[in-house]
């Protein structure tokens, strides 16, 4: 069959900088006036790695925790310019434990074994992993922080709120697709002669179709017997 087996990039050959994309949008909420002092660039450093930190941490950041991310700043920045500065301290972030594990802090009184309320914070990461598959968003974090969430009422209308959100179908994808095995219709290649129908087309279907009634089930808070 036709195939490639290679390709090459080449260029640009006369680059005059970094291009400006979407992510780099997103990483410079601002930047410093040309010829700004130092104490202006940093204060830009901050506003900068705080909204990283706490999106990347999932809480809000500590003055301990900018503290030490200014350093590696510092040192980036140092001979190198402001967006070198910015690069070092993205790299600290994503090497920062907060970011690459889920903590969830024990209470220092609690005895072995036994179970204890998780904080606000906590609750609103697993919410966001559970429904989203990715980290809380401004509002959830934000009602987290002021201690709300664990009220009922506040948390089911997160949950309704989230469920609703687009978001939401990367629990079908993956609680379906985990529970059910559905990953495993990609190593499926039954006997041609027996199935001379079956294709990578329809195995894809079969799996959307199942991922599609959990959605279902789950938006319209069906009964969970008619998945059998």
């Known amino acids: 069959l036709p195939h490639v087996q290679a390709f090459s990039v080449t260029g640009p050959y006369n680059p005059t900088g970094v291009s400006e994309s979407a992510?780099?949008?997103?990483i410079f909420t601002c930047r410093p006036a040309a010829g700004a002092s130092r104490n202006d660039e940093e204060t830009c450093a901050s506003q900068i790695i705080s909204e990283l930190a706490s999106k990347a941490?999932?809480?809000p950041v500590t003055p301990e925790d900018l503290e030490s991310l200014l350093e590696y700043y510092?040192?980036?920045?140092?001979?190198h310019g402001f967006e070198s500065g910015i690069q070092a301290s993205i790299q600290a972030i994503l090497s920062k434990p907060e970011f690459i594990f889920r903590f969830e802090q024990e209470p220092g009184g609690a005895s072995p074994g036994t179970a204890y309320q998780?904080?606000?914070?906590?609750?609103?990461?697993?919410?966001?992993?559970?429904?989203?598959?990715?980290?809380?968003?401004?509002e959830l974090t934000r009602i987290a922080s002021e201690g709300r969430l664990r009220d009922p009422g506040v948390l089911e209308g997160q949950v309704r709120r989230m469920v609703s959100d687009p978001r939401?179908?990367?629990?079908?994808t993956n609680f379906a697709g985990q529970w059910l095995r559905l990953a495993g219709l990609k190593q499926v290649f039954p006997e041609a002669l027996e199935f001379p129908n079956f294709t990578a087309n329809l195995a894809e279907s079969m799996r959307r179709e199942v991922e599609l009634l959990f959605d279902f089930i789950m938006r319209e808070d069906r009964d969970a017997l008619e998945l059998l």
């Open 74 to 79: 510092e040192q980036g920045a140092s001979g």
């Open 168 to 172: 939401s179908e990367q629990l079908s």
């Open 118 to 138: 998780i904080t606000d914070l906590e609750l609103a990461s697993r919410l966001a992993y559970f429904l989203w598959s990715t980290i809380p968003d401004e």
């Open 23 to 26: 992510s780099r949008r997103r």
């Open 57 to 59: 941490f999932r809480r």
